[in-house]
């Protein structure tokens, strides 16, 4: 019998939803279906449904970093995913964590707010993710509303919004900013990716508007984009298949509570 090539890990740092639409079982689910390892260590517990999250309760950093650490000795990543922090705390460890590992690309999603409104990140939180967190960042993948708050930015039209907010965010030393515009009121879905090397040209990508609010596209797409990190895809490529693959599991998403429509990671 031929030996099984091993697959690329991804090492994702993240909170637990209840509900299964963000968080780490939407990493494992999307780094799986893509063909990569995913191990997953806990930042924060959630009290949550598919409409709103109701309270967060941000994990112990030691246990956080003796478990991060103790997985990372036996599995080294090819690749980190980092989602909901819940904290100042988390993510000042989150950091000093990624210092230890400076040639491991690191996909930020920065979850700021919950789809219900509900407040994910305050001002203490937000000012670590700028000042420890976007300089180990290879990619970022903001939606508009979280590129507009990171950056300080607001009251522009879409495309200036992301352009703006991407050249501030940029600064900050994350290398590339993906903008994602299911937000932007425009009749498309227009995701731009930025980087911080002159040499590479912005890129745009347009995808039709489906019709549902989703629970969970967010973190699909910064897992999708970690794992083509993770298989030595190019920041552009890793991005564009990301994308391609997110927009296909909300399209064939579905509705299994009283509020927002899940992504169907699993589609064949």
Request: glycine share 8%.
């Amino acid at each position: 019998m031929p030996a099984i090539a091993p697959r690329p890990i991804v090492l994702c740092l993240s909170g637990h939803d209840p509900v299964g639409g963000a968080g780490v079982q939407a990493d494992i689910e999307t780094i799986s279906r893509l063909g990569c390892h995913a191990c997953t260590v806990i930042t924060a517990l959630t009290v949550q449904d598919s409409a709103d999250v109701h309270s967060i309760f941000p994990l112990d950093t030691t246990l956080f970093l003796q478990q991060a650490r103790c997985v990372i000795a036996d599995m080294r990543p090819n690749a980190i995913k980092i989602g909901l922090l819940g904290s100042a705390d988390m993510a000042a460890s989150v950091a000093s964590l990624l210092r230890e590992l400076p040639e491991i690309p690191v996909v930020l999603d920065p979850v700021l707010a919950a789809g219900g409104g509900f407040e994910l990140a305050g001002e203490t939180l937000l000012n670590t993710l700028i000042e420890q967190l976007l300089p180990l960042t290879t990619v970022l993948t903001p939606n508009t509303h979280e590129a507009a708050r990171l950056s300080g930015l607001a009251g522009r039209t879409p495309e200036l919004d992301s352009e703006a907010c991407a050249a501030r965010l940029l600064t900050y030393g994350c290398r590339h900013v993906l903008v994602t515009g299911a937000h932007a009121p425009t009749d498309a879905v227009i995701n731009r990716l930025y980087s911080a090397h002159p040499e590479h040209n912005r890129r745009a990508w347009r995808w039709d508007r489906l019709p549902h609010s989703y629970h969970g596209s967010g973190c699909t797409l910064a897992a999708a984009v970690a794992a083509g990190l993770a298989a030595r895809l190019g920041v552009e490529a890793a991005c564009e298949r990301a994308q391609d693959y997110t927009w296909r599991a909300l399209a064939a998403g579905y509705r299994p509570g009283r509020g927002q429509h899940l992504p169907n990671r699993l589609w064949t």
